[in-house]
């Protein structure tokens, strides 16, 4: 905690009026981090565009976001791979979850995507979107152009994985 008011320029008493102690600190942290998210992702949907533009925009949304702020997609990782991740913050209502369910359900029900249950479509985009985006962030200086190029295709080929055949 003592790092945390360092960094943030503040005395270590200061914290403590904010949060009992760090456990509660970091779970109100992954709550923030999941209400930037769904904020950056959200903004930028728009209903009256069809639903494959709406999902490459989501994608781009998503991924732009933790491009530009690296931190977002490391810390996110880290806490769902910690002992922080809990049963009870799993059950947690999380307005993030809804609306990626929500619009995927929206896609199943239009007809846009294969029936599947919304959830698991959303781990499989979720996944390709974190894991393209880790390989960008980590080996960025090793990356050659050709692997930038084939990147550029992963949107459409968890597209052709989703989309109702």
Partial sequence: ????????????????????????????????VKSLIHQRVSE????????????????????????????????FEHFMNSPYNTPEIQLRKSEWHKWT?????????????????PKVIRMMVMGGVTSSTRFLTTYNTLITEEEKTDLHYIPQMVWDGIKKQ
Avoid: C
């Avoid at 005395?11 to 709550?31: P, R, V």
């Avoid at 369910?101 to 249950?117: I, T």
């Fill in 1 to 32: 905690m003592s790092k945390v008011a360092q960094n943030a320029g503040v005395a270590s008493g200061t914290i403590y009026t904010y949060f009992e102690n760090k456990d509660e600190m970091i779970i109100e942290l992954f709550h923030y």
């Fill in 44 to 75: 930028n949907d728009d209903p009256s565009l069809d639903f494959k533009q709406r999902f490459f925009n989501f994608w781009d949304s998503l991924q732009n976001l933790y491009l530009e702020k690296p931190s977002i997609q490391r810390f």
């Fill in 101 to 117: 369910d929500d619009f995927f359900e929206q896609g199943v029900q239009e007809g846009h995507l294969r029936p599947m249950n």
